[in-house]
């Protein structure tokens, strides 16, 4: 009967078992540690985060390959291009350098063939000199003049060419020609042969190198004639290049 009891006691409708249970039991916690993470929400791509959507189909890395070959090529171009410059720059260097020894070397010709032509006046006027019968095929002189004078006066010329050479050869610049000029006019024999060659000089070609010098001397022995001092080296203006 205590059997029965129970099934009385506890009829269909006893709470404390099921089906009869007004709320199923309460569910037991979790361990600690073994609680469930939640998982996180799955992120939606936005339309605009397409990466084919701004580069008109192609992939992104397409546009910074682009920009890369267009930076190298731009170097490289800019390499020819200093190339071409430097190579341009050897060439016009290579013939101001050839152009220069030409002139140089046409300097050195011209400057030979002027001492060449200074030699050769000196013998023949020292021939001049020591024989008076080869004297006579140059003298041009005034015969009134001694012959002495006159043979003294192809020694002045002697002087005077050598130093005309010399400026002539751009051994000896304005200054320094006029300085020459200037001692070597101080003696009366020169002063002499200087009056006595004049009608030589007439013939000059009046813009010649000679016929300025020739001048240049007109013009000191004028100022050294009108110095009123005894420091003869300070007389005259040397003319200017």
Known sequence: MRGADVFQGAGPCDPRF?????SPPPRRSAPLGTLEVAAPPIARRSPSADPH??????????????????????RFGSAAA?????ARQR???????????????ELALRREALRHQQRMHWELLARAIDDP????????????????KRRQFFYANAWYVNVYHLHHAGVLDQEELF???????????MREYWEASREQRASLKATSVESRVGSMVD?????????D???WWVVGTPPSD
């Open 133 to 148: 019968s080869l004297a006579e095929v140059i003298d041009t002189y005034d015969k009134s003049i001694p012959a002495q």
């Open 179 to 189: 300085g020459r000029l200037r001692e070597l006019f101080r003696t009366r024999l």
């Open 91 to 105: 060439r016009l260097d290579k013939a101001r350098l050839h152009e220069r020894r030409l002139q140089l070397e």
């Open 219 to 227: 013009g000191l022995l004028k100022e050294l004639d009108e110095a």
């Open 229 to 231: 001092t005894d420091e």
């Open 18 to 22: 099921p089906p009869c249970a007004s």
């Open 53 to 74: 959507s701004t580069t008109g189909g192609r992939s992104p890395d397409s546009g910074v390959d682009m920009v890369t070959r267009k930076n190298v090529t731009g």
């Open 82 to 86: 200093g190339m071409l410059l430097a």
